[in-house]
């Protein structure tokens, strides 16, 4: 078969690249050889999208930093956190920030109260017996949760998403993305006082009073650290839950051992989350340069880590189109890799797992209607999910 190279002018800011289309991209990039030249915001990018080749380059800090992307990206919005650190700042202020993310708070978090909110999420729609999952669950339940978990007031879901997407937008529209960083401020300042006098078992209350080798966060660095968990925490859980609910009702077959299989719904969520991953391409800078396999980098080039293309790299994953819960393979680059490894997984995946039990739960004999496949070459979620079910 003759070797066709990936067009470098693609352009992967735009391109909806829906279901297979992404996924057939992604393995022509990954059977030429080197790094396939494409463009993202119009700029020359090198796309990664070999497992080995996307760990070793994500674990090397030195040559590829990256918390560079984000000072662009995020920082001027969020304000200084340690996504947009490395080196020792990096992982000091990162130990600092974290804790709560743990697998016990996480386990407590998710019995005590997501669950619970799962509940009223569905007590909005359950009895409709039809509807868009997306708009009823997924892209309400995640925002919710974040709020819930930072120790904020659970607002209109609308209103955190519009927030949210405008400050991680800081490139597109600054002005909107200052003022979304206003509205959470506005949000959390009144909190922060009632937990200085009162803290309770939330993340804020942990972040004003954490400390890791003498190492303190003055309020400005409390108030980044919401703004940063506040914009992350909710947007990639929602695409996620978007993917997943999608992939499954497009196999009954899966949904229905689902019902009667416990230990199945785990292996679901990890099979979903590398079949359709909802950062299927992560942006970072190589300010020095540096080597990926048998490529030379240059200083100053924009590199695609292809997180979808190393989860589908058949030299790890047998049949790797085919989406196999009970396949043995288990290591996934969804939550990237190396020292800005997610540290929101825990959260995620406990997230994805309750969410798909309390439908399961509360939603008999759920199938499909209609709606597109998942889509977007960057962050990736199905838009709309039309579903049924059984009620009476
Ligand atoms: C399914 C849901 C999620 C996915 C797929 C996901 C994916 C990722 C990926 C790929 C990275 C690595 C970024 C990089 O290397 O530049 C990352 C980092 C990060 N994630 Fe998540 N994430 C999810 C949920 C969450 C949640 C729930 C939170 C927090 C509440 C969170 C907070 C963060 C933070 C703060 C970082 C930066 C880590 C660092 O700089 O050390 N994420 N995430």
């Not at 393995?27 to 494409?38: D, E, I």
């Not at 959390?188 to 190492?215: F, I, K, N, W, Y």
């Not at 966060?217 to 650290?225: A, P, Y």
């Not at 299989?261 to 909802?278: I, Q, S």
Request: hydrophobic share 45%.
């Amino acid at each position: 078969m003759p070797l066709t190279l990936l067009d470098p002018e693609t352009e992967f800011t735009s391109a909806p690249l829906p279901g297979a289309a992404l996924h057939e991209l992604l393995a022509a990039a990954r059977r030429q050889p080197g790094l396939a030249s494409v463009r993202l915001l119009g700029q020359p990018a090198l796309l990664v999208t070999r497992f080995q080749e996307l760990k070793d380059f994500m674990a090397d800090e030195l040559a590829f930093p990256g918390g560079a992307v984000y000072q662009y990206q995020v920082e001027p919005a969020v304000g200084r956190t340690f996504i947009s650190m490395d080196g020792d700042e990096h992982l000091q202020t990162r130990q600092l920030a974290m804790p709560a993310f743990r697998s016990g708070p996480v386990s407590r978090f998710i019995d005590d109260q997501l669950v619970p909110l799962a509940h009223e999420v569905l007590d909005r729609f359950a009895a409709k017996g039809e509807g868009d999952l997306v708009a009823e669950l997924t892209a309400v339940l995640p925002f919710w949760a974040i709020s819930r978990k930072l120790g904020l007031p659970v607002g209109s879901e609308e209103r955190q998403r519009a927030v949210t997407r405008a400050l991680l937008a800081h490139l597109a529209d600054p002005e909107g993305a200052r003022r979304a960083a206003d509205t959470v401020d506005a949000i959390v300042r009144p909190v922060m006082e009632q937990c200085r006098h009162t803290p309770q078992d939330d993340v804020l209350s942990h972040l004003m009073a954490a400390e890791h080798q003498g190492l303190r966060l003055d309020d400005e660095g409390v108030l980044s650290h919401v703004r940063l968990l506040y914009a992350v925490g909710a947007t990639t859980t929602s695409d996620a839950m978007s993917n997943l609910f999608r992939l499954l009702l497009e196999r009954p077959e899966l949904l229905a051992r689902a019902r009667h299989e416990p230990d199945l719904r785990p292996r679901l969520v990890g099979e979903a989350l590398r079949f359709e991953p909802p950062v299927a391409v992560l942006p970072r800078l190589a300010p020095h340069g540096g080597r990926i396999g048998d490529t030379e980098v240059a200083p100053g080039s924009l590199l695609l880590a292809a997180l979808a293309g190393g989860n589908r790299d058949p030299e790890v994953f047998a049949d790797p189109d085919r989406f196999d819960p009970d396949r043995s393979e288990r290591e996934l680059l969804s939550f990237g890799f190396g020292p800005k490894f997610c540290p929101g997984w825990n959260l995620a995946r406990s997230q994805l797992l309750a969410a798909l039990e309390v439908v399961l739960e509360r939603l008999p004999g759920l199938r499909l209607v209609g709606g597109p496949p998942p889509q977007g070459a960057i962050l990736r979620a199905v838009p709309e999910l039309h579903v049924a079910w059984d009620v009476g």
